[in-house]
């Protein structure tokens, strides 16, 4: 069930795709659900929306897509193409998003001098951790690893939000790539849903690391745990513990930083949560 969504959004195409989107906003960060309703049956639908691809998916009768806008995406239209697959032949429908400008917070932190201005004996890790995530993005399994929505990973409210931009002992940096939920330390942290863990380990910025590769190119990454209770390769379902709430890696205090990519756009997992909520844990 969709929820928190904008009422009478409609994305209008000609049969043989009806087309409606689910969002609660059409901003920078947030997610938009593409459902199709095909005149007759298809095999498979591709959207292409912002200069990438995404892969739809089955629900019943319908097909669904999620589309990412990014923190950075510029306001203005944005030209969304669904291309069906019916019997071996092309079904096509094209409209428009009109994305809507986003004013985000500020907020000035004080941390560790080393984690505004690293040494110079670890800045070669610092780009390799860099760049390892930036390929992780790329790699997403090709189906659908989820279902039936998404849970919260622990029960703090959250107090960064997303897109803040952060200043770190008075430097500006980069925006807040995700939403950090107030928890205390040592509360475990559970799976929103299922995926295959793709990474697991310390990294500088975020300390101990962990990310899930959800399929169909949505990752969620959680930071700063204490305790790290799955390993790279792992299968997880919905509620599945993965860690600890901890203190590790650039932050002022125990919390769970989450953060999630969808299609390579850095999204607010609240955005997903309201859009896709899961009633209860497996586990």
């Given amino acids: 069930m969709l929820a928190a969504v904008l009422s009478g959004t409609t994305v209008r195409a000609a049969d043989p795709l009806r087309i409606t989107v689910a969002a609660r906003s059409i901003q920078p960060g947030e997610v938009v659900v593409l459902s199709a309703r095909p005149a007759e049956p298809i095999d498979a639908l591709r959207v292409h929306a912002f200069g990438r691809d995404v892969e739809g998916f089955r629900v019943g009768s319908l ?33 428009t998003l009109v994305v809507k400008a986003r004013t985000f917070p500020r907020r000035a932190l004080r941390v560790d001098a080393a984690f505004v201005d690293p040494p110079a004996a670890v800045l070669t890790r610092i780009a390799e951790e860099a760049a390892e995530l930036e390929r992780l993005w790329t790699t997403s399994a090709a189906n659908r690893l989820w279902s039936g929505g998404f849970l919260r990973p622990v029960p703090g409210i959250a107090n960064g939000a997303f897109g803040t931009r952060r200043i770190f002992n008075g430097q500006p940096r980069q925006p807040h790539g995700g939403a950090d939920l107030l928890s205390p330390a040592g509360t475990p942290i559970l799976a929103p849903s299922g995926g295959r863990v793709v990474l697991a380990r310390a990294l500088y910025f975020t300390g101990n690391t962990v990310v899930i590769d959800h399929g169909l190119g949505l990752f969620s990454l959680f930071a700063h745990l204490s305790t790290v209770e799955v390993r790279t390769g792992d299968t ?15 932050v002022t205090g125990p919390h769970l930083h989450w953060a999630m ?20 844990a497996e586990h």
Avoid: H, M
């Avoid at 589309?67 to 096509?92: E, H, M």
């Avoid at 997880?236 to 650039?250: D, E, F, Q, S």
């Avoid at 850095?266 to 209860?280: C, G, N, Q, Y």
């Fill in 63 to 95: 097909w669904q897509a999620l589309v990412g806008i990014d923190l950075d995406a510029k306001p203005g239209p944005v030209t969304i193409t669904l291309d069906g697959v019916s019997a071996g032949r092309s079904v096509q429908a094209t409209s």
């Fill in 261 to 280: 990519r969808l299609g390579g756009a850095r999204v607010d997992p609240l955005s997903v949560l309201a859009l896709l909520p899961r009633e209860k």
């Fill in 236 to 250: 997880v379902a919905a509620g599945a513990v993965i860690g600890l709430v901890g203190a590790t890696g650039r």
